[in-house]
């Protein structure tokens, strides 16, 4: 890790944006506002995204990391969070957060069994049995960074026990 750190000042400045509520894990990557790579990795948050953070550390120089805080899976978001923190508090950079919905065309999420997580006049609640089918996620051509918040805690919606 540490020689990924020395030498980041020889990669080009970009920015990060995570997408990790559920599987597969989204990682794009902006220049000046414009997608220049998505990386898309299946499988656990926690298997996949540590080794796909190291790549892109390697690869760039982060100037700002944008990452979807939710709702989804909640450990995928806690470590999503957990990770982003890092990279922000390590590198310096501003860590920016805003929900999930702004990458799915806020259509449903999968919440657990046939429940989803709807977005309706601006809350998120859940729905026991969803009607509507869940889109998948993607990222954005052009990165807004508009629909960003600097309060970047994560958002667990979570059923009542």
Do not use: W
């Not at 990060?16 to 894990?25: C, D, G």
């Not at 790579?37 to 948050?45: A, T």
């Not at 995204?49 to 982060?62: A, C, K, N, Q, S």
């Not at 990452?67 to 990770?83: H, L, R, T």
Request: proline content about 8%.
């Amino acid at each position: 890790m540490q020689e990924v750190l020395h030498s980041q000042n020889e990669r080009p400045p970009v920015e990060l944006l995570l997408i990790a509520v559920t599987s597969p894990i989204l990682a794009a990557i902006y220049e000046d506002g414009e997608c220049i790579k998505i990386y898309r990795r299946d499988g656990k948050c926690s298997e996949v995204l540590p080794p796909l953070l190291h790549d892109i550390l390697y690869r760039y120089r982060l100037k700002a990391v944008y990452y979807a805080n939710g709702p989804g899976s909640f450990m995928a978001i806690k470590i999503a969070y957990v990770m982003a923190k890092t990279v922000s508090s390590a590198l310096g950079i501003p860590l920016y957060g805003t929900d999930a919905f702004a990458f799915n065309g806020s259509r449903p999420i999968k919440a657990i069994g046939n429940s989803c997580f709807v977005k309706k006049d601006g809350s998120i609640r859940i729905e026991p049995d969803c009607a509507e089918e869940a889109a998948p996620f993607c990222a954005p051509q052009q990165l807004d960074r508009s629909i960003f918040s600097e309060r970047s805690e994560p958002l667990y919606i979570l059923p009542a026990v």
